[in-house]
C-alpha cells in the first residue's frame, strides 16, 4: 500500500470509529493459525494497547511515587477483618482513592481478588449482596481471599484506569498475607471492562471473569453505550472482543445475561466463539467459559465462584443466599 493510501485507509478507520460503526478493516485482526503466530500477535498486540493507553495518561512507576497505603481500624467481620483504606494512585498529583481490603481468619499465605464496580459503582457496592453485583466481593472473602475493592473515578476513556488498576494488584502482591502467584481480577459492567484491560496488560492476573461486558464491536454499537470504551485509536485497532486474547492462555469466565441491555446476547454469544477459537490457536481451549443465564445487567456468580476457585485454589462461599 502507497504511503497516502494508507494514510486515507487510516483516515477512514478513525471516521467510522467516531460515527459509532464498526470500521471496515481492523490494524490489527487475529487471524494466527499457529500458537507461534498466536504469542507473536500476542506481544505486538498488547504493546500496541499500553502505547495507546499511554498516549492518554502517563504511566508512573513505584520509583517515581512509592506504594502508598492508609489504613483505617480494622473491623471484625466474622470470616474476616475489613480496613477502610486509602491509597495513593499511579499519578503526580497526590490523589488518593478508597478501598476496602479484607483479610481472612487463620493463618496465610491466601489467594487474592481484585473486585471491580462498575459505572455509579463503590468500593461498597461490591459488597452488597442485595445490588447487582450479587455481593461478590464479600462471597471472595467469606471464601478465604484477600479482597482488594477500590473506588476508582470514571474517566473520559476507561482504559485510562489501567495504572491505577496495577496499583492495585501492586497493594496486593506487597501484603505479607498474598501469594502473589494466585491473584485475580473480577468486574462487572465496566468493572467487566477494567477487567479486561488489567488481565490483558498484566500477566500478574492469573484468573479473570468478565461480567456484563464482553462483547463484539458490532454489538457494543448496536446500543446506547458510554463512549468511554473508545479510547482513541482502539476501535480500529482490533474488535474488542479480541482484545480478551491477551489473556490467553491464562483462564477466564465471561458472565453474559440473555436480557442485558447493554450487550445484546446474540453478539456476546458470537464473542465468545470468536475467543475460544482464538484461545485454541494457544492451546488453551479448556481455559474459557461462558456462563449465560436469564437476567439482566447484573454479577451471577453460579460458575464464577468455582471457576476462581479452581484456578486459584481458594474456597469461595458461593452464590448469596436468595441470589
Ligand atoms: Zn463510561
Known sequence: MSGWLAVISALVLIAAAEAGQVPAKFEMPFTAKTKEQAIEWQKKARARLLDLVERQANRISTDEVALDVRSGEPKDMGDYTLYQQRFRGSNRTGVFYPL????????????AMLCLHGHGGNKDAVFDPKGLYGGFADRF???????????????????????????????????????PKRIGVAGLSMGGEWTMWL??????LRVAVVSGWMCTT????????CA????????????????????APRPVLFESSEKDNCFPIRYTREGFARIRAGYKAFGAEDAVAQDIW????????????????????????????GK
Not at 439482566?296 to 464464577?304: L, R
Request: charged share 20%.
Open 100 to 111: 476496602r481490603l479484607t483479610i481472612p481468619k487463620g493463618k496465610g499465605p491466601f489467594p
Open 228 to 247: 468511554c470504551w473508545c479510547l482513541p485509536g482502539f476501535v480500529e485497532l482490533m474488535d474488542v472482543c479480541e482484545v480478551h486474547l491477551l489473556i
Open 294 to 321: 436469564d437476567a439482566g445487567h447484573e454479577w451471577h456468580g453460579a460458575v464464577a465462584y468455582g471457576f476462581v476457585d479452581k484456578v486459584l485454589g481458594g474456597r469461595s462461599a458461593g452464590p448469596s443466599p
Open 141 to 179: 472473602a467469606r471464601g478465604g481471599y484477600v479482597v482488594a475493592a477500590p473506588s476508582l473515578p470514571h474517566h473520559k476513556y476507561a482504559a485510562m484506569t489501567l495504572w491505577d488498576l496495577m496499583r492495585c494488584v501492586d497493594i496486593l502482591a506487597e501484603r505479607p498475607e498474598v501469594d
Open 218 to 225: 458490532e454489538g457494543v454499537f448496536s446500543v446506547p453505550n
Open 199 to 204: 488481565a490483558a496488560c498484566d500477566e500478574r
